[in-house]
């Protein structure tokens, strides 16, 4: 049975190969996902600001499954609100971590409370049945004054 012989890659398909081997822009972004803020444009004014995140996704710390879920967060902003594309990113940088429901609702929320500093905030997250097993988890911050 005779093989064909090997054709040695070109130097554009070495190319691909170690663009495939780097992490893509988006990547990189979501690894660093800071929440950003910017000032409040309506200091004073009272109003709520409703967010809601349907692609939330992280992995159980025990079987290392895929968790998906829809992160709500409602907040009534006090000197800082934040930037959308910067929640965006810092949401997508679960979806890699061992985390439980529990903890992963809970850290939002501090993270949350510790670049915004708002003067209320609901966060909701709705999790996907797995197993038979619904998990709704809801956590709540208000500002002391």
Do not use: W
């Amino acid at each position: 049975m005779s093989h064909p012989e090997t054709q040695p890659f070109s130097t554009a398909e070495l190319n691909v190969q170690t663009q495939a081997d780097e992490p893509k822009y988006g990547e990189r972004l979501i690894t660093e996902g800071k929440l950003i803020t910017f000032p409040n444009p309506r200091i004073g004014r009272r109003y709520d600001i409703h967010i809601t995140l349907p692609e939330f996704t992280c992995k159980c710390p025990f079987s290392g499954y895929p968790d998906f879920a829809t992160i709500y967060l409602s907040y009534v902003p006090n000197q800082r609100v934040v930037e959308l594309k910067a929640i965006k990113l810092y949401i997508n940088s679960y979806r890699d971590r061992y985390i439980s429901h529990e903890e992963s609702v809970n850290q939002i929320l501090d993270d949350f409370v510790a670049a915004c500093d708002p003067l209320e905030v609901k966060i909701k997250g709705d999790f996907l049945p797995r197993g038979n097993v619904h998990t709704v988890i809801e956590v709540a911050h208000k500002k002391e004054v």
